[in-house]
């Protein structure tokens, strides 16, 4: 969630509940305990399968795509905003330090940011389909390891400067990012799908690498569409909305929806990856036949 309102709380200890951050949203609790909800189920689900990922790809025995460096960051970062959550607990429901607010809104930051690996990957598969010699040339792992250190560089200015200076002074940046991404995402699928179309044409078989990229490429927008839009799509109706129903309905079920991308992200990467030898099944021996 990217709220930064229980700054303003001025209650502390245990007899106050977590909806009691604003007193307006005790009568409608059920927002804030969907939020939390999610926030364990990240903890408890989302963080190992990022770490899953992560290993996936550290001891992966064949080659893999070259967005794995791009997947790689994505788990790490999910991972960390995972990891957030005891301290998201104890201080919202007891705490409310100003102090670990400011790091909360870091760790919110990292995860508003989170679309531009998404990015990454997408325009990567763009590329290696769409302009197949222009990839041969720029296939070095290095390239892309540059490219994620970059990203990384905009990600931590994004959430220290939320840290700093709170949500409303971002909530452009984070609009015009999301809104970027979801453009270039559907730019990469209209693309790819029109390349793919012509190389098949009198075929009747795709090319596994090119149909690999378009689903690579599908999931990802598929993500940003289901976790990252609604947020945005929120923004230009909130005045519309009483203040009960925006920040204690509205607001932070959209932004843990967002939150939710944590699990599903990982769960959608692992789906696409090649078992290890040791969760598969055993390999089934063709029958011999006696003459």
């Known amino acids: 969630m990217s709220n930064s309102s229980v700054l303003n ?12 951050q604003l007193d307006e949203c005790a009568v409608a609790p059920y ?18 399968t990022n770490v899953l990922v992560m290993w996936q790809i550290a001891r992966r025995t064949t080659e893999g795509t070259t967005s794995d460096v791009f997947i790689f960051n994505l788990a790490i970062l999910d991972a960390l905003f995972s990891l957030m959550t005891p301290i ?9 330090d100003a102090g670990v607010w400011y790091a909360q809104r870091f760790a919110f930051g990292l995860k508003d940011m989170a679309v531009l690996f998404l990015t990454c990957i997408c325009l990567d598969r763009y590329v ?4 197949p010699i222009l990839f041969t040339g720029i296939r070095d ?5 540059g490219v994620s250190a970059a990203v990384w560089g905009l990600i931590l200015a994004y959430a220290l400067t ?5 949500r409303m002074q971002v909530n452009g940046v984070f609009s015009g990012v999301i809104l970027s991404a979801f453009s270039i995402m559907v730019f990469c699928n209209v693309s790819i799908i029109w390349a793919l179309r012509r190389s098949v044409a009198g075929k009747e078989v795709m090319n596994p690498m090119k ?7 599908v999931t990802v927008l598929a993500i940003i569409t289901v976790n990252y839009l ?21 607001s932070i079920s959209v932004f843990s929806i967002m939150d939710l991308s944590c699990t599903i992200e990982p769960l959608l990467h692992l789906s696409k990856m090649e078992k290890p030898a040791c969760l598969q099944g055993p390999v089934k021996k063709p029958p011999t036949v006696s003459v």
Do not use: E
């Open 31 to 48: 927002g804030f305990i969907f939020y939390f909800g999610v926030k364990v189920f990240n903890l408890f689900v989302g963080f190992p």
């Open 211 to 217: 149909k690999k990229a378009l689903k690579m490429v």
């Open 141 to 145: 792992q290095r390239f892309r390891v």
């Open 162 to 166: 939320k840290s700093i200076l709170g």
């Open 88 to 96: 998201d607990l104890i201080n919202s429901m007891y705490l409310n």
């Open 230 to 250: 609604p947020p945005v799509a929120l923004m230009p109706f909130a005045s519309a909305y009483s203040l009960v129903d925006l920040r204690c309905k509205i």
């Open 9 to 20: 709380a001025t209650a502390t200890g245990w007899r106050h509940l977590v909806w009691y």
């Open 128 to 131: 290696a389909v769409v302009h």
